[in-house]
């Protein structure tokens, strides 16, 4: 492991406080019986279900300090509801794990069991460096699953590449153009907290974000971070 310096967050964002670790890793093998990483979500959403609700998880302190950071950035609603809570709704809505891809399922595995945002991107189609940066209305998304632009008003915060093109929505929505694939070999996490969730935090999500892809996906050839408090 070592650091990586291309990556940054705009000042204007300073006041927020939107502590993120950008991790990058190589060569990610799919060595892992895709049965593996089922399992392991099957074994979380039983329990999870067995002994919580969606109200309890949504109240928690984690995911709570995700709200009050869009209403600090004066961005509420439900269209910006957090990552992790939209997952958490997601399961608990269909009552069971719906499996994607190994390395899309690992991931957000990670995410639901540490309440901490984490976004993919395929390292192929984005340009470096990547910087978090406040919008000004007029930048554009297609997030996955969706074919047609979405608009982001001016005062968000988005991941933004080199090129200009936008990765992710605050850490609502990613962009479909750099979503992972079956083929996707090297990979960029954005993992991102807010004041309740400072930089220890993610960097222990980054460590168990690599330690759950070698077990359930396949060993990586390297891997990079830089956090950024």
Known sequence: MSADTGFSRAPALDALGIPVAFLVVRGIERTVPAVRVREAADRFVHELLRTTSYESVAAEPALAGYRDLHARAGKTGRQFLPSPESLFKQLF????????????DAYS???????VSIGAHDLARVSLPVRLARTDGSEFLV???????????????????AAGQVLGRMEIRQAAATCVTAQTTD???????????????????????????????????????????
Do not use: K
């Not at 595995?109 to 309440?115: A, E, G, I, P, W």
């Not at 699953?145 to 005062?155: K, V």
């Not at 996906?217 to 408090?229: E, S, T």
């Open 143 to 161: 997030p996955i699953g969706e074919t047609a632009p979405l608009r982001i008003t001016a005062g968000e915060y988005a991941y933004l590449d």
């Open 93 to 104: 809505r269909r009552g069971g794990w719906r499996a994607i891809d190994p390395l899309v």
């Open 187 to 229: 990979v960029l996490f954005i993992v991102q907290g807010h004041a309740g969730l400072p930089a220890a935090e993610l960097t222990a999500t980054a460590a168990e974000l690599i330690d759950c892809l070698t077990r359930l996906v396949g060993p990586c050839a390297d891997w990079r971070l830089n956090v950024i408090a």
């Open 109 to 115: 595995l990670v995410s639901l069991r540490t309440r």
